[in-house]
């Protein structure tokens, strides 16, 4: 029993550390203004580089 409660507690944590994370990005461009980006929403490492790759183009987002 100990160990099938392990295995669960385990794939519990491994769930809740990968959960999905969004978030909105904005640019000011000068031409057309505020743009807004639609939702981002990815998990673990792919949403940390998808931030990245907003950002070094001068984005501005927001979790949520």
């Known amino acids: 029993m100990r160990k099938v409660l ?3 507690a385990v794939g519990s944590l491994a769930l809740l550390s990968s959960c999905k994370k969004c978030a909105t ?3 000011d461009d000068p031409i057309k203004g505020e743009l807004v980006s639609e939702d981002v929403c990815q998990k673990g490492k792919q949403f940390k580089h998808v931030m990245d790759v907003y950002e070094r183009n001068e984005w501005v987002c927001t979790e949520k």
């Open 25 to 27: 990005c904005t640019f």
């Open 6 to 8: 392990f295995v669960v």
